[in-house]
């Protein structure tokens, strides 16, 4: 538990310093990246339907553009829930100094989807705490971590 702590804090201060622009991260990236996961085109991100997909295509893009590496060759995890809706979770990672220690941050990406004529898009649930994922994952492939970083983003949340 003392560790689990530790690391909070640490995060805690990592965030501060990245709010504080002590730490650069691409903020017109970040808010390009919740433009485009909150529009139309992802349909609302509902699990189970082409805007799920469309937007588990546009994130692992994403993923390779910011140097995220696959964990057992892949980018993906399917599962199908109680609900009988298969979901897709993903994940990267960076590597850090220390090898057998990580980190897992996290953000779920789906949302509401459609509803009649009306998208429910999302931006604040939760496409800007997944480009927030982004705008970290790049700023840990450009400065290396202690500890290993595994990003993981939920499906069905």
Not at 9 to 24: H, L
Not at 130 to 150: E, H, M, Q, T, W
């Amino acid at each position: 538990m003392k560790k689990l702590i530790v690391l909070l804090v640490t995060f805690c201060f990592v965030f501060e310093a990245m709010a504080q622009n002590q730490i650069k991260i691409n903020k017109s990236q970040l808010f390009k990246d919740v433009q485009t996961l909150s529009s139309d085109e992802y349909e609302g991100r509902q699990v189970g339907t082409e805007g799920s997909k469309k937007t588990q295509a546009f994130l692992i893009g994403r993923f390779k553009e910011v140097g995220l590496k696959p964990i057992n060759n892949s980018y993906e995890q399917k599962f199908s829930p109680k609900t009988g809706i298969n979901g897709t979770n993903l994940y990267g990672m960076i590597e850090g100094k220390v090898k057998d220690k990580y980190l897992v941050l996290t953000a779920h990406y789906d949302h509401l989807g459609k509803k009649d004529n009306d998208v429910y898009n999302g931006a604040d649930d939760n496409a800007s705490g997944v480009a927030a994922l982004l705008a970290y994952a790049d700023y840990f492939n450009r400065n290396k971590p202690n500890y290993s970083i595994v990003f993981l983003f939920v499906d069905a949340e």
